[in-house]
């Protein structure tokens, strides 16, 4: 079993004033650990960690100066505590090299039995304070950690929820509330030169014989098919939405030009009648659909949103009516 009592370094080259030392200090709380040369302290101060180091100022090789000197260049001793012990005769002439050499008290000898108990009581009282602050300190930064885990974690669930509730689960496409949002959001900008957007609403054609023939699997593998196809042809800043079943829509920026747009929507036309190889239950499965879209081009004097939904609607349905698999603006609001 570790002992958990704070450690004192006894530094004396005479085996008599250890012995003493041991007997005066023996019920001061602390465990003693003794050396009887420089080299040896120092040896033990980087093996162990000392509350306090009373050390002997006259011994052969290395004095307590040197000593001091040597744990003050290591970065990590420097904070140990040193109280010389010296003959009192000599305490005045180098008190103040003491000092300069690391150490924060003086005992003279011979010791004096209270002194020296009181004074290592302080230092121990500051050592185990210290260690107690250390270690809230420890503690808090651990809490502190575990909660900024437990706010990032939050912050994800959050996120995830949020998404969850703006976005198709299936596809992860934007879903209808979103779009709805995305496109008063498109009308609240400020009306300037050379912008305007467009809005798209596409059903799938041939999209339920599919599901029909092959089930709904095949049927959700499609649409996830074709999310990503509408993904990857419009641009960053446009919107693209599952609005329920094969219904998609889209907010097209940068519509200003008429031609341009209709060629754009027919691109996408073309892309989303490409077939589609699906995993299905027997094998692999191709599905061929295409896609019906109308377009509505938003202006300032529309009195809604619903009069562009109902727009681009009525093109739809002209669209589909047409023979599908093509793209039709509404004329009754192009520009």
Excluded at 32 to 60: Q, Y
Excluded at 219 to 234: M, P, S, T
Excluded at 290 to 306: F, K, L, N, T, Y
């Amino acid at each position: 079993m570790n002992d958990a009592r704070p450690k004192l370094l006894v530094v004396d080259d005479t085996r008599a004033n250890l012995v003493a030392m041991r007997r005066l200090l023996g019920d001061c709380g602390a465990e003693l650990v003794e050396a009887t040369s420089g080299n040896e302290a120092l040896a033990l101060c980087l093996e162990h960690t000392f509350a306090l180091i009373l050390l002997d100022v006259n011994m052969p090789d290395m004095d307590g100066f040197e000593v001091a000197t040597l744990l003050g260049e290591a970065e990590q001793l420097r904070g140990t505590p040193i109280i010389f012990v010296t003959a009192a005769y000599a305490d005045d002439v180098n008190r103040l090299k003491g000092y300069r050499s690391g150490a924060v008290d003086y005992i003279a000898k011979p010791v004096n039995d209270t002194i020296l108990r009181s004074k290592v009581r302080v230092f121990l009282d500051l050592y185990n304070a210290r260690m107690q602050l250390q270690q809230a300190l420890g503690e808090l930064s651990e809490r502190n950690r575990q909660l900024q885990a437990e706010i990032a974690e939050r912050r994800r669930v959050e996120a995830q929820v949020r998404h969850q509730a703006t976005h198709d689960m299936l596809t992860g496409l934007p879903n209808r509330a979103l779009f709805h949002e995305r496109l008063r959001d498109a009308i609240a900008q400020p009306a300037t030169p050379g912008r305007g957007f467009a809005l798209a609403m596409l059903d799938i054609d041939g999209f339920k014989a599919v599901n029909d023939t092959h089930g709904h699997p095949v049927g959700d593998a499609l649409l996830k098919a074709i999310a990503d196809r509408l993904r990857e042809h419009v641009r960053a800043d446009d919107t693209v939405a599952r609005l329920g079943g094969d219904e998609f829509a889209l907010i097209l920026e940068d519509a200003t030009e008429l031609s341009l747009l209709l060629q754009r929507c027919q691109q996408l036309c073309d892309t989303l009648a490409l077939p589609y190889p699906l995993p299905g239950p027997s094998g692999e499965v191709v599905a061929r659909v295409s896609a019906s879209i109308g377009i509505a081009v938003w202006r300032h004097d529309m009195p809604s949103d619903e009069v562009l939904i109902q727009a681009a609607d009525r093109a739809l349905y002209e669209a589909k009516r047409a023979g599908k698999n093509r793209c039709l603006l509404d004329v009754a609001h192009a520009a």
